[in-house]
């Protein structure tokens, strides 16, 4: 390969500016690799330690979560035609039915680990839950 060939390529390479380029030909084969600065601008951010009377203070939800046993599919009721497990307001019972999780074709159900009045319903029917996410919240 001719020197020419090398620099026509080193000018595609600027041109478009690549950072790495290979170029094979026949029995020739070339590799470039270009350096290039990085560059590093510090940035400041400047934090208020008092919230301003405008700035939203995070209420800490009460009551006890259930969270999902498994990776799944949440369902809140037996079938598309049924009404779900439980509402909100609803009073349970440790053991009461939540909801179902649908794992490998397999429904499991998502049973109360303590009675209480049911606060929040954290999931929407048929969305996907993770392993220890929170599906339900009640009051015990």
Do not use: C, W
Not at 38 to 44: D, E, F, N, P
Not at 46 to 72: F, N
Not at 103 to 131: D, R
């Amino acid at each position: 390969m001719d020197i020419k060939k090398i620099r026509e390529l080193l000018d595609l390479m600027e041109e478009k500016d690549l950072l790495n380029l290979e170029y094979g030909h026949d029995d020739k084969y070339i590799s470039l690799t270009r350096n290039t600065a990085v560059q590093t601008v510090a940035t400041t951010q400047v934090v208020s330690a008092t919230p301003s009377a405008t700035t939203p203070v995070a209420v800490k939800p009460s009551g006890q979560l259930e969270t999902s046993p498994m990776v799944g599919v949440f369902y809140s009721a037996p079938s598309p035609n049924d009404p779900p497990f439980v509402k909100v307001g609803q009073k349970v019972e440790a053991g009461d039915t939540l909801g179902i999780i649908e794992a490998m074709k397999i429904m499991n159900p998502l049973e109360a680990t303590q009675s209480g009045i049911i606060e929040e319903i954290l999931v929407k029917n048929a969305e996907v839950v993770e392993f220890g996410q929170p599906v339900i919240r009640y009051k015990a």
